[in-house]
C-alpha cells in the first residue's frame, strides 16, 4: 500500500513536471529563435481545442438510500472492470496523538473482514485482478483493483464485506503487525536521500495542529500507541457508505452495475456524517529560512509557499505558472539556470494541490562547484521576474497540450492510479463533479498570461520558506517527525475553506436491498481469453524491420526503435559511455538546439525519450495520431542527426556525475552497483553497474568523438527494429516511416557483436556488508547467476519464483512483512536479460532485525527447495492468477507494446501469449519443486547489506557466514 501517491492529477497540470529533457546551453545567442526553429520542423500542430475533444468519459451516476454514491461507465475493449473506491477520509481528519492512523488502518483493510477472512489479495489475486492496491493521503483514502468481468461480483462482495463487516475481523495480533509493517514504511521512505524534506515543509508551512501541518505517514510514537478501540472508532466514524463512492469502470452497464451494487452494498446502514474540517492557507509571518544536511551529491535549494487547494479557483492559473516555470523541458528555469548560466543540473517548479491547500514549490540543484549564493540569487531573480512578467501565450499553450495529451494517454486504463475510475471519482470527491477534469482542460485552454501573472503574484509575494539541503551526515531522523504538534504555536494567516466534501446529491435513488448471502465467496462467471492483436510486419527499403499491431482505443501511437546495444556494449575501460550519449540525445540535433527540440515535442504534445537496459537501447516516441507525421519526423532527427555540441556535454557531464553521486548515497542503488559485479564478473558484459551510469573518473573524460563513435557504431540501421502500437494502420505508418528513416544508411564497416564468453566466477554463500552511518534500515540484495538464458522458455522457473517470493502473498514477503513486521515488502525476482539469468532477493529491513531477516530468508529458501515445496493451495492461486489476468495486462497500447516487443526480441512465437493459459494451467507442483531446487541454491548465495556496520555488523555472527565490511564506494573510488 502506498501513502504518498501523487497529488490530485485534475491539478497536476505538472505532468510534464521534471527535467524529462534538458537543454542545449544559450552561452552564445542560438542562430534562430527557438521557438521558430521548431515550427519551422514541425510545422503546425493540431489545435488544442481538438485535442480537448478527444478527452471525454462518459459516465452515469446514482445514489443508493444509505448515501452510496456510484458511477458507473462503459468501455467494452477489454473483458475487465476497474473497481475504485474513495472514502472522504485522511490524514487531515486524524486528531491529535493519532498521527498516520488514516494509513494505517488502510493497511488494516487488507487484512481480512468478517466473511472474508483470509488476505484480501488472496481472492483478488485468484481471479487474475490487476492494477490493486490502496493510498492515503490527506484528503482521502482510496481502494481499487481492475478484474475479469466474471469476478465483479466476488470484488464487489470482498469491498462491501470490507465496507460494513469489518471489525469483527481485526485482532490484535493483526493490529500489532501492521504497526510494525507502517513503522517500516516510514523507516524506507526516511531513508531515501531527501527523505526527511517532506516533514519541513509541512511543519514550517503550516502552524501546529492544522490539518496539513503532520505527515500522512505520521510519527513512530502515534503509530505505536494505536489501539483497538482506535480502530474501532475511526471505522465507525469515517467508513460508512454516506463517506464514499463507487465507481465501476469498463465491461459493464448501469443497468448491471445497478442490480450488482444494491445486492451487495445496499443493506449496509449509512455512517454518521462527516464533519467539515477546517484548513485555512497560511501565511507566514515573515521570510523563514532553513539548512539540513543529507547524504546527497550537491547542494539543493528550495522555495516553498502554501496556496490555495481545489476549493479555490486560483490554483488553477498556480499550477499552470509552475509547469511554465520550471515544468516543461523549455521551462523558464531551464533555460536560465541549467542552459544558460549553467549554475543548475536540474530545476523544478510544481504545484501540490490539495483539496484545501496546497504548496508551490521550487527547487533547484547545484552543479558541483557552483557557489550556493549565487545560485540562490539567480533562482530568485528568476522567480521574481516570472512573477513581474508572467508567461508568454505560446507557453500556456504548450503547458495546455502537454497536460491534454497525458489526459487523453490515461484514458486507455479503466482502473489504476490514474485511470478513468480514479479521475470520475476524484472529481466527484473533491469538485462534485466527476467530470471536473474536462472543466479544467477548457479553463486551461481559455486562460490567459495575465490571469496567471495576477494569481502568480499574488501568492507568491507572501513570505517565502526557504530549505536548503547541503550535502552531510544528518542531524536528526525521521523518528520523531509526522506528529501533530511540533513546535510553538503559530497564527493561522489566510481564510477557512469551505468542506471539501459536499453532499448529499440530487440524484435517482436505487431501491432498498436485503443482505447479501456472504456465507462464501461468489463464484467466478465467465471469463474470456486473451485476445492478443495480430503482429503485422514490413520492411524499409533500408532493410529496416517493422512490426505493428493496431489499438483505436485512444487517438494515440507508440512507437519504439530499438537497437541491438544496450549497457552491455558499453567499452569494459569506458563504462558510462552509453548512458552520457542518450542524454545528449535531449540536448538538440543538427536543425533544434535543445530548447528548440523541447518546444517542439510540447506542441505536438508528443514524448519523445531514449533509455537502454542490459541488451537493447532505445527510443521511445509517444504520440497524438493527429500528430504522427510531425511526430515521426522529430524522432528520425533525434535519432540520425544529434548535435552532440561540446558546450551541451559539459552540462550534461556534470549532470551525469551527480546522478552517480546520488547513486552512492541511494542504498538500493550502492547495493546493486556493488552485487552484479560480484555476480557475473567485471569482464562479463552483465557485471557493470545496472543503472549504466558508469564511473565518474570515465565520465569525466569521456570527449565528444567517443560519443559520436558509439552512436555511429551502436544505433545504425542494420541494428534497428521499430514496432508500433496504435491508431494508425501498418500502411500509413510504413509510409511515413519511409520518408523519415528509408534513406538512412548503415555504415560501410560490420556491425559490432557482443561477447558473452567471459566465465561467471565461482561463488560461495556470503555476506558483504556496506557501512552506510546512521541507516535506519538495511537493504539486503542476495543474488546468483542462473545457467538458463532470458531466451530460454522460463514459465515454469518464472511460476516457482512466484510462490517463493515474487507476489505479494509469497512465502518471504508473508514471513518479514505480514508476520513478523520487521519490513515494508520483501520479494524476489528473475532478472531474464538474453544471455545469462538470475535469481534476485530484494530485503529492505529495520537495522536490528538484518541478522534475524538473513536468517529467515536462509530458512525460508532452504525448506523450499527441500521437503516444502509448493502447496496445493499455492499452484491454484498461482495458476488461477496468471491465466484469469492475462486479459487485463493487456488493457493498454503501452502494454501490447512491450508484448510485442518481447516477442520478437526474445524470438516468441506471434501467439505466445494467448499459448500461455494453457501452459500455466498445465503445471505441476512436482515441475515447479524441480525447478526450484535445481536453481534457487543457498550454498552460494551472495548477501550484500548495505546499513549501518556499527548496528549490523555484531549481528552476523550469528548467521555463520563469512562477513567481509567494505566501506561504500565514493564518487572517487573506494
Known amino acids: 500500500m502506498k501513502f504518498k501517491l501523487a497529488t490530485v492529477s485534475l491539478a497536476a497540470l505538472a505532468l510534464a513536471a521534471g527535467t524529462a529533457a534538458q537543454a542545449r546551453t544559450v552561452a552564445e545567442p542560438a542562430a534562430a529563435d527557438p521557438a521558430a526553429a521548431a515550427a519551422a520542423v514541425i510545422g503546425e500542430p493540431a489545435p488544442v481545442a481538438e485535442l480537448i475533444e478527444s478527452v471525454s468519459i462518459p459516465y452515469e ?43 494505517l488502518f488502510e493497511h488494516l483493510m487488507f487484512n481480512g473482514s468478517e466473511n472474508a477472512p483470509g488476505d484480501f489479495f488472496e481472492p483478488l489475486q485468484q481471479v487474475g485482478a490487476t492494477d490493486f492496491n490502496g493510498t492515503t493521503w490527506f484528503d482521502r483514502t482510496n481502494y481499487f483493483q481492475t478484474v475479469p468481468t466474471g469476478a465483479l461480483d466476488l470484488a464487489l462482495m470482498l469491498e462491501s464485506d470490507r465496507m460494513g463487516h469489518l471489525l469483527g475481523a481485526v485482532t490484535q495480533e493483526k493490529l500489532d503487525n501492521q504497526i510494525g509493517v507502517v513503522q517500516n514504511e516510514k523507516r524506507q521512505g526516511d531513508n531515501q536521500p531527501y527523505g526527511l524534506v517532506q516533514y519541513e515543509q509541512l511543519e514550517n508551512l ?30 465507525r466514524d469515517h467508513y460508512g457508505p454516506n463517506n464514499a463512492i463507487l465507481v465501476l469502470a469498463g465491461d ?48 539543493r535549494l ?38 544558460e548560466k549553467q549554475l543548475a543540473v536540474r530545476v523544478v517548479a510544481s504545484a501540490q494541490i490539495f483539496a484545501q491547500a496546497g504548496q508551490f514549490m521550487v527547487y533547484a540543484d547545484a552543479r558541483p562547484g557552483v557557489d550556493q549564493d549565487e545560485l540562490a540569487a539567480a533562482l530568485d531573480a528568476e522567480i521574481a521576474r516570472f512573477i513581474a512578467e508572467g508567461p508568454t501565450a505560446d507557453e500556456l499553450q504548450r503547458a495546455t497540450t502537454t497536460y491534454a495529451a497525458g489526459e487523453i494517454r490515461g484514458l486507455e486504463q479503466v482502473g489504476g492510479f490514474n485511470g478513468k475510475a480514479p479521475t470520475l471519482a476524484q472529481g466527484l470527491l473533491y469538485s462534485g463533479n466527476p467530470a471536473e477534469y474536462r472543466e479544467v482542460l477548457q479553463a486551461a485552454a481559455a486562460m490567459t498570461p495575465e490571469r496567471v501573472r495576477e494569481v502568480t503574484a499574488r501568492w ?43 453532499g448529499p446529491f440530487a440524484m435517482q435513488a436505487a431501491a432498498a436491498a436485503a443482505e447479501a448471502d456472504r456465507s462464501s465467496l461468489p463464484e467466478v462467471g465467465e471469463l474470456k481469453p486473451l485476445d492478443f492483436p495480430d503482429i503485422e510486419r514490413a520492411t524499409l527499403s533500408n532493410g529496416m524491420e517493422v512490426f505493428f499491431a493496431r489499438r483505436d482505443a485512444v487517438p494515440t501511437v507508440s512507437v519504439r526503435v530499438n537497437f541491438d546495444a544496450g549497457y552491455s556494449a558499453d567499452p569494459k575501460d569506458r563504462l558510462g559511455t552509453q548512458s552520457l550519449m542518450l542524454s545528449l540525445l535531449d540536448e538538440g540535433t543538427r536543425r533544434l538546439d535543445s530548447t528548440a527540440l523541447a518546444i517542439a515535442r510540447e506542441r505536438l504534445g508528443a514524448s519523445l525519450y531514449a533509455s537502454a537496459d542490459a541488451d537493447t537501447t532505445s527510443v521511445g516516441l509517444d504520440a497524438l495520431a493527429p500528430n504522427l507525421a510531425p511526430s515521426l519526423e522529430l524522432m528520425a532527427e533525434y535519432i540520425r542527426h544529434p548535435a552532440f555540441d561540446p558546450q551541451e556535454l559539459e552540462r550534461v557531464r556534470a549532470r551525469q556525475l551527480t546522478r552517480i553521486q546520488n547513486e552512492l548515497n541511494n542504498p538500493g542503488a550502492i547495493a546493486q552497483r556493488a552485487l552484479a559485479p560480484i555476480l557475473f564478473g567485471e569482464r562479463h558484459p552483465y557485471g557493470i553497474p545496472p543503472s549504466g551510469t558508469g564511473h565518474a573518473e570515465v565520465i569525466e573524460t569521456l570527449t565528444v568523438d567517443e560519443i559520436r563513435d558509439f552512436h555511429r557504431t551502436w544505433l545504425r540501421p542494420d541494428k534497428a527494429r521499430v514496432f508500433v502500437v496504435g491508431d494508425t494502420t501498418l500502411g500509413e505508418v510504413t509510409r511515413l516511416l519511409e520518408a523519415s528513416f528509408g534513406d538512412w544508411q548503415a555504415p560501410a564497416e560490420p556491425a559490432p557483436e557482443k561477447n558473452f564468453d567471459a566465465p561467471i566466477p565461482q561463488q560461495e554463500s556470503r555476506v558483504i556488508l556496506i557501512d552506510r552511518p546512521n541507516s535506519p534500515q538495511s537493504v539486503i540484495l542476495a543474488g546468483r547467476v542462473l545457467e538458463q538464458k532470458g531466451t530460454d522458455d522460463l514459465v515454469v522457473l518464472g511460476a516457482a519464483n512466484e510462490v517463493f517470493g515474487g507476489s505479494f502473498l509469497s512465502r518471504i514477503n508473508m514471513n518479514l512483512r505480514e508476520t513478523k513486521g520487521w519490513s515494508y515488502g520483501v520479494r524476489s525476482l528473475l532478472q531474464q536479460p538474453l544471455d545469462r539469468s538470475s535469481f534476485l532477493i530484494y530485503a529492505p529491513v529495520q537495522a536490528d532485525r538484518t541478522a534475524d531477516s538473513i536468517a529467515e530468508l536462509r530458512k525460508d529458501l532452504s525448506a523450499y527447495t527441500d521437503d516444502q515445496g509448493v502447496t496445493a493451495a499455492e499452484l491454484t492461486r498461482l495458476v488461477n492468477g496468471n491465466v484469469r489476468e492475462l486479459p487485463g495486462r493487456f488493457e493498454t497500447s503501452r502494454a501490447v507494446l512491450g508484448g510485442m516487443v518481447n516477442i520478437v526480441t526474445y524470438g516468441r512465437p506471434d ?17 515447479l519443486d524441480e525447478q526450484a531446487r535445481a536453481a534457487f541454491l543457498g550454498e552460494d548465495l551472495v548477501f550484500v547489506v ?28 573506494e
Do not use: C
Open 206 to 235: 503550516y502552524p501546529s495542529g492544522h490539518p496539513y501541518h503532520h505527515s500522512t505517514i505520521g510519527s513512530m510514537e502515534d503509530l505505536s500507541s494505536a489501539t483497538l478501540e482506535d480502530v474501532r472508532k475511526w471505522f
Open 252 to 299: 459493464i452497464d448501469t443497468a448491471t452495475a445497478r442490480e450488482k451494487v444494491t445486492k451487495w452494498f445496499g443493506a449496509i446502514p449509512a455512517g454518521p456524517a462527516i464533519e467539515p474540517v477546517e484548513a485555512p492557507v497560511p501565511t507566514l509571518a515573515e521570510p523563514k529560512a532553513k539548512t539540513i544536511y543529507d547524504r546527497i551529491a550537491s547542494p
Open 61 to 103: 451516476q446514482f445514489q443508493l438510500d444509505n448515501g452510496l454514491t456510484v458511477i458507473v461507465h462503459e468501455d467494452r475493449k477489454a473483458p475487465v472492470v476497474g473497481v475504485s473506491v474513495w472514502y472522504g477520509v485522511g490524514s487531515k481528519h486524524e486528531p491529535e496523538g493519532k498521527t498516520g492512523f488514516a494509513h
Open 302 to 339: 528550495y522555495r516553498t509557499w502554501a496556496v490555495p487547494g481545489l476549493d479555490n479557483p486560483d490554483y488553477l492559473p498556480l499550477s499552470m505558472g509552475a509547469t511554465v516555470l520550471g515544468g516543461l523541458a523549455s521551462s523558464r528555469l531551464d533555460n536560465v539556470l541549467v542552459r
Open 946 to 973: 548495505v546499513g549501518d556496520a556499527s548496528v549490523v555488523e555484531p549481528q552476523l555472527e550469528a548467521v555463520g557466514l563469512p562477513v567481509e565490511v567494505r566501506r561504500a564506494e565514493t564518487a572517487e573510488g
Open 911 to 927: 501467439d505466445y501469449y494467448e499459448t500461455l493459459a494453457e501452459k500455466y494451467a498445465g503445471l505441476t507442483a512436482p515441475q
Open 460 to 502: 507568491l509575494s507572501r513570505p517565502v520558506f526557504a530549505l536548503t539541503v547541503e550535502p552531510g551526515d544528518r542531524q536528526e531522523g525521521g523518528e520523531h517527525r509526522g506528529g501533530f504538534f511540533t513546535g510553538a504555536e503559530a497564527g493561522s494567516g489566510g481564510l477557512a475553506g469551505p468542506a471539501f466534501y459536499s
